[in-house]
């Protein structure tokens, strides 16, 4: 039997946007004998366990969500990535990582599970949001994409662990980007499935001045650790405009691994030139 993990990694969720998700999972067909696990990690000091416990309590005998013992803030890819820990533990063949504000369509996994039939095993995907899509490029035909959107992804647990999964310097945005990057540089393959969607409301209801500070961080790191210093510069220039920083030397050092590719395989990979899109837009 295949296993599926379901991840989702909790910040301030609400309980309504919490059970609207693992209904839609619930009500999940066509999946055939695969096994559905949902697996919670809460970054918010919170165990949300009085949420969990009335949804257990209603499962109807189905599967109940497991909930990971840590409620330490350690960011959006740490977070997955003990979920993804788990989830090899368990045996889980397929890891599919969800934000806690989106539901899936009903018939979602089936068509993943579908689709992991049609493309390699070295494959990281991307379930289509709606109703408001990415506005990243992906080919219509075989839905191949320069990088995979976090808000809800999809791949083998073997293959996330052995691509060393989210990149934990990054608390948040641009953590997707990475690992995408990282998918091709091992000669994986990012692709969009534009028949398994995903609800997503892209309206970020956050102070939009922290938003900004946030993806700036990342981009800047992303920036340092795939060796791009024009697009680092910017990020430092642009923290310092807002007042971050007084000067960019003043900035946190920076650490972690850079990357150790081939300048040309990097060049070939990755895209600074659209900024946070990194990659062509389609409007």
Known sequence: MVRVAIGVVLY?????DLFALLNSVRNQYG??????????KSNDGTTYDRELDEFNADSSGRQPVRILGSVDNCGFGAGHNRLIEHAEEMGATYYIGC??????HHSAIGRFLDATEQNSKDTLFEFLQFPEEHPKGYDHFD???RWVAGACFAARVDFLTRVGGFDENIRMYCEDVDLSWRVLAEGGECVVLSRCLFYHDMTDRRDRQSVRIEMLKSGRYLGWKWRNEGFQKIMEDELV????????RTLPTLSGLQVNYPIERIEAITEFRRAFSFSPTRW
């Open 12 to 16: 301030k969720t609400s309980k309504g």
């Open 31 to 40: 999946y055939g004998d695969a096994e559905l696990v949902v697996l919670v």
């Open 99 to 104: 934000n806690p504000d989106g539901r899936l």
């Open 143 to 145: 839905g191949k994409t």
């Open 241 to 248: 405009r807002i007042g971050v920083a007084d000067e960019a």
